[in-house]
C-alpha cells in the first residue's frame, strides 16, 4: 500500500481522536466541576482537580491551594479531596490522623453526612443538568416544526410533478387532517403522489406531492450494513427487489421478509441512478414501551421529502422538552441494560470506547449542533453509569453513605478498601468486555 493512500484514513483518525478527546474533556470536566464546587460550597477543601490521569502535562494552584491539571491519559477525571488517599476518594487514614482537629471538617471524611452525600452526587447532577441546558438552548437556537406545519424546502427527489411549494401550509394530506395523516395513511395503497390540501398566498388549494412516509434516508447509523453499503442521508429508495418503493415501510417489510439475504436497492442520489446489494443484519429494536425487538435491519431511518420551517418555542416548552429527552436518554439505557442482563437481546449492544470515539467523529464531521446534541446525550449516560451502585462509582459512594444513614457509622476502612478493590475489578471488567464488544461484535 503506497503512503499516499494512507493520508485520507491517517486523517479520519486525528479527526475522530480529537473529537473523541473533546467529548471527554467537557464531560468529564462537568461531572468532576460538580463534585468541585459543591465540596467546595459544603467547606470541603479539594487537593487536586484533574482532567485525564497518568503523568501531568500541565497544572496550576489557586489561591485556595487547589492544584488544577491536565494529565496525560484523557479517559476520564477525578477531583481528590483532603483526606482521601487516591483518585476514588478512598479515605486516607494516616494523613487524617495527622491532621489538627480544627481542619478535619475540611476533610471529605470529617465532613458532615449531607457535605459528603451532597459532594459526590453533584457529579451526576451536574452532567444531568449539562443535558438539560444544552438541549434546551439547541432547541431555542434552532427552532421547533411550525404547529401548523409549514415547507421551508423540498428534497430531490426521483419522483416528478410535484406542484407542493416552500411557503406552502399543510392542512390535509389525500383528504386526511394533517396532524393525523402520518398514521391513517400506513395503511393506505401507495402511489407516486398524493393529493395536497395547502394554504397558499392566503388561498387554499389543492396540490400534488409524495406520500408523507418517503423512502428517502435521513439517518444512516453507525457501523450498520447501510454504512458500510456506502448509502449516505439524502438517498431516495427508488426499487427493492425489484419492486417499487414509495414509502419507507414497504422497504421495512422487504429487509424484514429476507431473512438476512442481499436486498437488492435502486438508489436515486443527486440525479443519479446507484444499484446496491446490502445484506441486513439482525438488531435488537427499543420498542415505545421500552422492551426491545429484535429485527432484520438495513440501519436507516427515513426523513420526509420536504424540511420544515421551524418557530422558536418558549423558554417553558424549550425546558420541558429537554427534560424529558433527558429522561427518555437515561430510561432508555437502564432499559438496554436489563435486557442484556436479562440475556433478552444480545450483550453486543453494550459498546465501549471506541464506538463512543467513532460516534464523536462522525457527529462532529456532521455538524456543530449534532455534535452539541451528542455531547447532551454522553453526558446524560456518563451521569446515570456513575450513579451504578457499585465502589469506586459515585453510587457506591452514596451506597456507604445510606448504610451510615441507617446504621449511624460508615462501613469499616478495611471494609472499604476491600469494596473498593473489588468495585474497581468490576468496572474495568465491564470496561474490557465493552472494549470487546467494539472490536468483535
Known amino acids: 500500500m503506497e503512503f499516499v493512500s494512507l493520508i485520507p484514513q491517517f486523517g479520519n483518525l486525528i479527526w475522530t481522536l480529537a473529537a473523541f478527546v473533546m467529548a471527554l474533556l467537557v464531560i468529564v470536566g462537568v461531572h468532576e466541576y460538580g463534585h468541585y464546587i459543591v465540596g467546595r460550597w459544603s467547606g470541603i477543601h ?11 502535562l500541565f497544572s496550576r494552584t489557586d489561591r485556595r491551594g487547589t492544584v488544577w491539571q491536565i494529565a496525560a491519559v484523557p479517559l476520564g477525571g477525578y477531583v481528590k479531596f483532603r483526606g482521601d488517599a487516591n483518585a476514588a476518594s478512598a479515605p486516607d487514614a494516616d494523613a487524617m490522623a495527622q491532621l489538627p482537629a480544627d481542619q478535619r471538617r475540611t476533610t471529605m471524611p470529617g465532613a458532615p453526612l449531607w457535605a459528603r452525600a451532597a459532594t459526590v452526587a453533584a457529579g451526576p447532577a451536574f452532567n444531568f443538568a449539562f443535558s438539560i441546558i444544552v438541549l434546551t438552548g439547541l432547541a431555542l437556537a434552532t427552532g421547533t416544526p411550525s404547529d401548523p406545519p409549514r415547507i421551508a424546502q423540498i428534497y430531490g427527489t426521483p419522483i416528478s410533478g410535484i406542484t407542493l411549494q416552500p411557503g406552502d401550509t399543510l392542512i390535509e394530506v389525500d383528504g386526511v387532517p394533517f396532524e393525523k395523516a ?12 398524493i393529493p395536497y390540501t395547502v394554504e397558499r398566498d392566503g388561498r387554499v388549494i389543492q396540490v400534488q406531492g409524495p406520500m408523507l412516509s418517503t423512502a428517502r434516508i435521513g439517518f444512516v447509523q453507525f457501523n450498520s450494513a447501510a454504512e458500510d453499503a456506502g448509502l449516505r442521508v439524502g438517498d431516495v429508495i427508488m426499487a427493492a427487489n425489484g419492486q417499487p418503493i414509495w414509502r419507507f415501510n414497504e422497504l421495512i417489510q422487504i429487509v424484514a421478509a429476507s431473512n438476512g439475504q442481499p436486498v437488492a436497492l435502486q438508489i436515486w442520489r443527486d440525479g443519479a441512478v446507484i444499484d446496491l446489494d446490502i445484506s441486513p443484519r439482525r438488531q435488537d429494536i427499543l420498542k415505545e414501551d421500552r422492551s426491545f425487538e429484535t429485527r432484520w435491519l438495513l440501519g436507516v431511518s427515513s426523513s420526509s421529502f420536504f424540511e420544515p420551517a421551524t418557530e422558536m418555542p418558549g423558554p417553558v416548552e424549550a425546558f420541558s422538552s429537554a427534560v424529558a429527552r433527558t429522561w427518555d436518554v437515561a430510561a ?5 441494560l436489563y435486557h442484556i442482563a ?16 467513532k460516534t464523536s467523529g462522525k457527529m462532529a464531521s456532521s455538524g456543530l449542533v449534532d455534535f452539541i446534541a451528542f455531547l447532551a446525550f454522553l453526558s ?7 450513579l451504578f451502585p457499585i465502589p469506586v462509582l459515585d453510587g457506591g459512594h452514596l ?3 445510606a448504610y451510615e444513614a441507617v446504621v449511624g457509622r ?3 476502612e478495611k471494609v472499604v478498601q476491600v469494596l473498593m478493590s473489588v468495585g474497581l475489578v468490576i468496572v474495568l ?13
Open 410 to 412: 460508615g462501613p469499616s
Open 332 to 336: 432508555s439505557s437502564v432499559s438496554g
Open 46 to 56: 479539594a487537593d487536586v482537580f484533574s482532567l485525564g490521569f497518568g503523568p501531568v
Open 380 to 386: 446524560t449516560a456518563i451521569g446515570l453509569v456513575n
Open 399 to 401: 451506597m456507604f453513605y
Open 429 to 441: 471488567s465491564i470496561m474490557v468486555f465493552a472494549l470487546s464488544n467494539d472490536l468483535f461484535c
Open 182 to 193: 402520518p398514521t391513517l395513511l400506513d395503511d393506505e395503497v401507495p402511489h407516486a403522489l
Open 342 to 357: 436479562a440475556q433478552k437481546i444480545s450483550s453486543c449492544n453494550m459498546s465501549g470506547a471506541i464506538t463512543i470515539a
